[in-house]
DNA sequence: CCTACCGATCGGTAGG
DNA sequence: CCTACCGATCGGTAGG
């Protein structure tokens, strides 16, 4: 019953990258992975098998893709993502936290940009817009898979990432009680930012990259329907 | 290959009784069923399966649902529920389709109900208390599973429920294109439609019947975020 | 990471 | 609608 020791594991590995989610799965060299100077180059086929699990979830959908399809993907046979995740379960964990570490890197990195004269409107406009990049950016499709398949995930799972996603929404109250005191933001802010990121949150279902708005037009278009000009 | 001739149709059945969504299972009678006068008392066992699905399918997904599950919650063994329905496919875009008809009629429901003197912001909540009813209504699981099991659909299947969508979503133009038009929604009609329907429809990630908002206030915050004071 | 494999489950069917 | 069953697939493992 006990898994054999080895380099795989359950859980909590450090994303070797955080901006890995926005590149698209590397060639895949068919040939034996050349040895680096240190004994193991792991870490980049822990990623591969990220990459390539995202892009499949998101495609098909948790249950209906095989761990053998995710071998298939990046060149190996089907018993050998076991030898880097211990279950399936895991490797959809692994893609849905390095998801939230993207994001919550990238809404920092907004913020941080945001001029000292920013007002809220311009903090509200930069949190959108870096919402829909994770949501939308080409090849981001981690934190889709988070938002789609979370009924896969056991309850620790659950709980480990919900703290994650705490900190994540937890960036959008200050703004949004700024702009409800300023009479901008029209309904209670707990229910207002629900409202909201789940109307982003949406966006996944329908957005198309090659027609319809940009990412910008879809940011314009939720200030001018969430917020109102100020009094 | 070709199926016995049987009862079972494989998609357009119309629904017995269109407000069935809402309803429990029935009890589930564990004996014979009593013949009816007629020949046949199917329809009733249709029902009972479409149901059934419908609560399982919400619950665990349709991938994790298997035809076993669905049998056993409606008192039926393994085999039988092909009987009725020629696939497992076949069962889900029935619980998707009879959502969809239900959904059409409580939309329906809600703007006859509306007085002459109704303003647009009126119809704009009826529209939105209807919506939720449809999502958040005890027992209304069909239109929750056609939300998140969309890609389990055919081609075929989802053309033709594109139809009815199409149909919903229609109803809410006219209402967002006065409101647009009197400077009470500040967003291009269409993106607005998209916005607004997504934050609706995300509620089903988050809405606990047991805490929290009821559904009318629900409805008089998205009035508050979503519309502006008539100039 | 590959080879070879297992036990379990699943959608579906024949035949009554 | 039940009985009995099939072929396929799947997650996972031992052993190297």
Redesign the pocket.
């Known amino acids: 019953?006990?898994?054999?020791a080895?380099l795989r594991d359950d859980s909590h590995a450090p994303p070797s990258t955080l901006a890995t989610d926005t590149a698209l799965a590397p060639k895949r060299p068919r040939g034996r992975?050349r040895k680096t100077a240190l004994e193991l180059?792991?870490g980049?086929?822990r990623q591969?098998?990220i990459t390539a699990s995202a892009k499949l979830f998101r495609k098909q959908g948790f249950?209906?893709?095989?761990?053998?399809?995710i071998?298939a993907a990046?060149?190996?046979?089907?018993?050998?993502p076991?030898?880097?995740f211990?279950?399936?379960?895991?490797l959809l964990f692994a893609v849905m936290e390095a998801g939230m570490h993207t994001a919550l890197a990238r809404q920092a990195q907004a913020l941080a940009a945001l001029p000292a004269s920013a007002s809220s409107v311009d903090t509200m406009r930069s949190l959108i817009r870096a919402h829909y990049e994770t949501l939308l950016g080409p090849g981001n499709d981690f934190v889709p898979v988070m938002l789609y398949e979370h009924r896969a995930l056991s309850a620790r799972q659950r709980t480990d990432l919900a703290r994650l996603q705490t900190d994540y929404e937890a960036a959008w109250t200050p703004v949004l009680q700024r702009l409800h005191d300023s009479g901008q933001l029209g309904a209670p802010v707990k229910l207002a930012r629900l409202l909201i990121l789940g109307a982003l949150n949406w966006s996944v279902q329908w957005f198309d990259r090659k027609k319809g708005a940009s990412l910008d037009e879809l940011t314009s278009a939720c200030i001018a329907l969430f917020l109102k000009d100020k009094a």
Chains 1, 2 share one sequence.
């Open positions: 019953m006990k898994a054999p080895s992975p180059d792991d980049n086929r591969d098998l249950d209906a893709t095989s761990t053998r399809d071998a990046v060149g190996m046979h089907s018993g050998s076991f030898y880097h211990k279950s399936k379960d895991a």
